[in-house]
């Protein structure tokens, strides 16, 4: 058993330790926001908070998290209302919007470290991820008016 | 996401066809049957394209998929125009099978979501089938008031009448349609543009609050009980199969439920997919080693076009011809020509393929979930893998995360794998491809060779243009049965070499249709995403041939297309053109089918690395009528970003039939840290719409390469220009 706590409640998987968090994540714990790219730590569309730091969740296994607190898009708020993703409304960043979760739990951890970023600190930290569909100028936009929020 | 209207867990179709209440169903031209009956809590169908219920709701159909570009909230948006809705009233309605009475104009009738159609095509009739409803609704409130139906005048949802009374539309439809004709969608009135209160405003998308709490559903994404998953180990080269199987040490992962031969790999079933996973890298699997896919390099293939593009003898058909472009070229003043290659390109969509299916016990019957751009090609892979009969396909098309073209087949491999694997194990099944899987058995943009040829006269004006383009088919690959009706025309392959927003005087483009080597198929802006590098390009050298300015030397060959002048002058004034001094500018115009776009491109070139750093990107763009201008922004963006990725860097390398890239790490598209300032222009014009989601790519590579130029003196001819090859052109 591994015992965490995923978006604010305590739980525990009987799936190996070694699972890959991600799977764990969206087809034990059934949160499907969370999105399976490239499983290659290249894309971010996987990206959760462990401990209030964005990570790939690709790149861990069930273990790792023991003991952690864990936050996905579902975590992020209940209803949208978290400053980023208000944001992202704001400035209609998805296309196809399936690197959006991942983007936006990794702006929402930047904000989290670094509340008030440059347009450089932005673009460093956001390229982490990958949208083919093309929406960085809009993230950057969506970004800086969340900080404004914050 | 996607709301099916649903009336007590009766489907709307099926609701309609008990007819219990007020129903009147329109046909394509008119109407089919008008029917009535004493319940009032039905929904009213005025067409087949909407339904509207006595509360208000207002049902619109979605006929094509979404991929991110937008048209599930644009296409109804039109309809709801017309109408003259509340667009808070409207709830969109996926079309979920292949009814070719939602067919897309443009394809015959087919189902399917691309070539930027969407608006284009259902423009029309999805405008009238609003102005018909609203029509009808007129009629019910004039015979429900006593007065002249030319007295009445709509605001969203409501009609109002001369003493100013006001009549829901959900009112008015529970008042029955006795009495009411139906007007023809040929004659019926449609608003003047200034009359517009959707269709040119900024509506917000539909879709973008899922998209961004996580809500969205995407095929990989659904869950059904009792569901297991299932990954497939492909045969490495394309046309071998398994011919020995050890699946000994894959049926011991626990989890495991069975392995499935398939024609062309093996799937491993399992109830998780990490036990899939762990069970795939089990198991060995000898395959036929005698496909011809063997002899598949792709330096041979391209050295073999480049060879066919430069032979005056090589068979080829005609793609665009005006005047007699070999003869005027031969009398010309002078001459030039020049040679471009480009590499194989992989969509690199963020959702790998996937698909699940649940075949019925009987095997006479299945449900799919998947994402596709198209209805039919779906629908008909399913009836041709399991050999039944239309009517027992269900269908869900699901949102995609990104296409690019990658959904587009004529067979589509992954629904045929969850279809095999739920029929082996009697359970609903989850095939999902890994990234790696959907690299190495991607379906790629072809390479191709192109060469150049144009006559100069004395004074330095075009005089002649010939434009050879040695490719395969991509039609005949990924979709047979169209290329047997459009032979030798291909589209996909050839899309941008007919230059026809210049008037050039004799002209003429071929297409050299070489061997195929690779799996081909659709990639965002089909052919002009090389065709339109070459041959803008190419405008470039025979500008500095000729000893003219790059924008005059265009502009001379669009006196005829003043919309076309317009966006390239704006584009000049917009990046500074006339006073560039000595900055690196470049600039192209190319576009996608009618839409057209002109581009400029500012960069930095490390002489070090060889890394070419785009910091600047100006665009002025014709589309025609735009529906939704905020989120043409972004496609546009979009689309110069795509443009940008591919040529600096994407290229996949086939090795005897395999390929050799695998992930994003080898394949690389363009990060947050290579997008360069976007400033978009989008021309006011009373036109059509002509679609906007292939609009910004064409133009981009050429861009680059002439504002390369521009700083090195020196020509990029070979697309991508990764780091390798710009130090070579360096150092030449
Ligand atoms: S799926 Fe984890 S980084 Fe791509
Ligand atoms: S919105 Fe499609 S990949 Fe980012």
Redesign the interface.
């Known amino acids: 058993m591994t015992k965490f706590v995923l978006n604010g409640q305590p739980v525990e998987y009987a799936?190996?330790p070694d699972?890959?968090l991600l799977?764990v994540i969206?087809?034990t714990a059934?949160?499907?926001?969370?999105?399976?790219?490239?499983?290659?730590a290249?894309?971010g569309?996987c990206t959760v908070h462990v401990d209030g730091q964005a990570m790939f969740s690709c790149q861990m296994s069930l273990g790792d998290v023991e003991g952690a607190e864990v936050t996905?898009?579902?975590g992020l708020?209940d209803?949208?209302s978290h400053p980023v993703?208000k944001a992202?409304?704001a400035e209609?960043?998805?296309?196809?919007?399936?690197?959006?979760?991942g983007q936006?739990m990794r702006a929402a951890a930047l904000l989290s470290e670094n509340p008030d970023p440059s347009r450089e600190e932005i673009?460093?930290y956001?390229?982490a991820?990958?949208?083919?569909?093309?929406?960085?100028?809009?993230?950057?936009k969506a970004v800086e008016r969340a900080a404004k929020e914050v | 996401m996607t709301k099916a209207l649903d009336v007590h867990g009766i489907s709307r179709r099926g609701f309609v066809q008990m007819a219990s209440g007020l129903t009147f169903v329109l046909g394509v031209g008119g109407v089919t049957a008008v029917r009535a009956s004493a319940l009032n809590d039905a929904p009213l169908e005025v067409s087949h394209w909407l339904s509207i219920r006595p509360d208000g709701v207002i049902s619109i159909v979605f006929p094509a998929t979404e991929m991110g570009q937008g048209s599930y909230s644009t296409l109804p948006q039109i309809l709801a125009e017309e109408l003259d809705a509340n667009w808070d009233d409207v709830e969109i309605e996926q079309l979920n099978a292949d009814d070719r009475r939602f067919g897309n104009p443009l394809f015959g009738g087919v189902l399917y979501t691309a070539g930027s159609t969407a608006v284009q095509a259902f423009f029309e009739p999805m405008r009238r089938a609003g102005a018909q409803a609203r029509d009808v609704l007129l009629q019910v409130a004039a015979r429900e008031l006593g007065v002249a139906k030319e007295e009445l005048r709509t605001e969203p949802s409501v009609v109002i009448a001369p003493d100013g009374s006001r009549m829901s539309y959900g009112e008015l439809v529970a008042l029955g349609a006795d009495g009411v004709t139906v007007p023809d969608a040929e004659r019926v009135n449609l608003k003047d543009k200034s009359e517009f209160r959707i269709i040119g405003k900024d509506l917000p998308r539909r879709d973008v609050f899922a998209k961004s709490t996580g809500m969205a559903e995407y095929a990989i994404d659904v869950d059904l009980p009792n569901m297991a998953y299932a990954t497939v180990l492909r045969a490495p080269v394309e046309g071998e199969r398994p011919v020995s199987i050890n699946d000994a040490a894959a049926r011991a992962v626990p989890g495991v439920l069975d392995v499935v031969s398939l024609p062309d790999g093996v799937a491993i079933v399992a109830e998780s997919l990490w036990s899939a996973l762990g069970a795939r890298s089990e198991l060995e699997v000898e395959w036929s080693e005698d496909a011809p896919a063997r002899q598949f390099n792709s330096e041979d293939t391209l050295r073999q076009y480049a060879q066919a593009a430069d032979d005056p003898d090589a068979e080829h058909a005609v793609w665009a011809e005006k005047g007699d472009a070999r003869a005027a070229i031969a009398a010309a003043d002078r001459t030039y020509g020049q040679m471009y290659l480009s590499d194989y390109a992989y969509h690199a969509q963020i959702e790998p393929m996937a698909a699940v299916a649940s075949v019925d016990a009987d095997g006479q019957g299945a449900e799919v979930w998947a994402g596709t751009q198209t209805q039919s090609w779906t629908t008909r892979t399913v009836m041709d893998v399991l050999g039944i009969p239309e009517e027992n396909v269900r269908l869900n098309m699901m949102t995609m995360g990104g296409s690019f073209g990658r959904r587009t087949a004529f067979a589509q491999d992954y629904v045929r794998d969850a279809l095999l694997s739920s029929k082996a194990v009697g359970r609903p099944v989850k095939v999902i491809w890994t990234r790696e899987d959907d690299v190495k058995h991607g379906t790629f943009r072809p390479a191709a060779a192109q060469k150049l040829e144009a006559g100069l006269t004395a004074d330095g004006k075009l005089d002649g243009w010939h434009h050879k383009v040695a490719t395969p088919t991509v039609i005949g690959f990924f979709n047979p049965v169209r290329w047997a009706s459009v032979r030798p025309n291909d589209v996909i392959s050839m899309r941008g070499a007919e230059s026809k927003f210049y008037g050039i005087t004799d002209f003429r483009a071929d297409h050299i249709i070489t061997p195929r080597q690779a799996r081909l198929a659709p990639y965002r802006g089909i052919g002009a995403a090389y065709t339109s590098f070459a041959a803008e390009a190419f405008m470039d050298e025979l500008a500095e041939q000729a000893g003219r300015d790059p924008l005059d030397f265009r502009l001379d060959l669009v006196e005829d297309n003043p919309r076309g002048r317009h966006i390239l002058e704006k584009v000049a004034e917009m990046s500074g053109w006339r006073n560039r001094g000595d900055r690196a500018l470049g600039l192209s115009f190319a576009g996608y089918s009618s839409s057209m776009a002109a581009g400029v491109a500012e960069i930095e070139v490390d002489a070090d690395s060889g890394d070419i750093a785009v910091k600047h990107f100006w665009a002025a763009v014709d589309a025609g009528l735009i529906v939704s201008p905020d989120n043409t922004m972004n496609q546009i963006e979009g689309g110069i970003v795509f443009g940008i990725s591919m040529a600096l860097r994407e290229k996949i390398d086939i090795e005897n039939g395999e390929v050799l890239q695998n992930n994003y790490w080898d394949y690389e598209i363009a990060r947050a840290n290579q997008i360069p300032q976007i400033e978009i222009y989008v021309a006011d014009v009373d036109a059509p719409p002509v679609g906007i989601g292939e609009v910004g790519t064409p133009m981009v590579s050429a861009a680059i390469a002439n504002a390369f130029h521009a700083t090195t003196g020196r020509r990029l001819r070979h697309m991508p220009f990764t780091p390798d090859r710009v130090l070579g052109v360096m150092a030449s």
């Open positions: 799936n190996s699972e890959m799977l969206r087809d059934d949160l499907k926001g969370t999105k399976y790219g490239c499983g290659a290249m894309c569309a996905t898009i579902e708020s209803d949208g993703q992202w409304v209609q960043v998805p296309q196809c919007g399936y690197c959006q979760s936006i673009v460093d956001m390229s991820n990958l949208c083919r569909c093309g929406t960085y100028n809009r993230i950057f």
